[in-house]
């Protein structure tokens, strides 16, 4: 009997297992952090540790937004781990930067005698880092600019789509919300359904990058 390869019940069992192997492919790319998130004593001293364990998250986010790109992709698993190798030179350029910024503050939060209005202008800027790091990471797993203009385009298609750029804020906010309400894990266990949300929310912006960039280079 033949199977109906565009029937729901096909379309349905390929998204599943496009999820779980997605899934595995961000847990196997960001293990040593997970492990040494798991090892580390939840205290204020160990913040510049869970840094260093963050920067594998990056080039995961990467590889997570460019393996979610085609949705009739029946090799996730090779499309993963091309994503990871190809963006990992820029993904880390643009993540390890953020990663410390946002350290710095929270180091800053836990230790420094300031003033509430330096630490929250501190906070408020590392947060702010990381939701243009994430925008340039999206950028680096749909297209091929050089890194001195990555930060530069993710700009251009924050201003140009306004609801994509407010919608990797309200990823951020969320994924954020589920570590502080939740547990720290559940943001790891959803990975592969956070990545497919953030691939499809800033499909607008990276139609106007594609329309007004990419075009006009070609």
Known sequence: MDIDRNGPLSRVTNFVYRLLIIELGFVLATAP????????????????????????????ITAGVYAWRTDHDVVPW????????????????????????????????????????????????????VIAAVTALVVIANFSFRSRDLFKVALYGAASAPLAALGIVSMIVLTGGLIVVVSDWLPVFLASFLLLLLARTVTPMLRQIQSDLVATQG
């Open 78 to 129: 090779l499309r993963f781990w091309k994503g990871w190798v190809d963006g990992l030179g820029q993904s880390l350029m643009i993540w390890v930067p953020a990663v410390a910024l946002l350290g710095l503050a929270a180091f800053n939060a836990a230790y420094a005698q300031v003033g509430i209005g330096f630490i929250v202008a501190g906070v408020v800027l590392g947060v702010s880092g």
């Open 33 to 60: 952090a997970l492990i040494g998130i798991f090892l580390l004593e939840p205290d204020a001293s160990n913040i510049p540790l869970y840094a260093v364990c963050a920067l594998l998250f990056g080039p995961a």
